[in-house]
């Protein structure tokens, strides 16, 4: 069963309501009308939502490692997870090397 959203309905102005909003808007001094470049440059919210893709993807494993190792990481605060990537990353490139 579909859990109940916690949000209030919206409510669209009607016909009148919606005259007086555009009335008001146009009679606003402050208020200026876009430019088409403006306009142009608009993209839906959509687009603007989440973590950017990034261009080098990772995957999603499973690991194990000692608590050790773990708690290393973690005591250096925010990010010990890239950091431990970037750790893995030198040791690769320095082993490849030797092959």
């Known amino acids: 069963m579909p859990r109940a959203s916690k ?11 919606d005259r007086a909003i555009t009335a008001a808007a146009k009679s606003d001094p402050d208020a200026q009308a876009l ?5 142009n440059t608009m993209v839906p ?3 603007l939502r989440g973590r950017p893709r990034s261009a080098n993807k990772k995957l999603l494993v499973s690991v194990r490692y000692s608590p050790e190792v773990v ?3 973690k005591s ?24």
């Open 76 to 99: 250096t605060g925010e990010g010990w997870q890239a950091l431990m990537d970037s750790v893995l990353r030198r040791y690769v490139a320095r082993h490849s090397r030797d092959r």
């Open 35 to 39: 430019t088409p470049g403006q306009l």
């Open 45 to 47: 919210l959509q687009a």
């Open 7 to 17: 949000r209030p309905a919206v409510r669209m102005p009607t016909v009148e309501e």
């Open 71 to 73: 708690a290393y990481f």
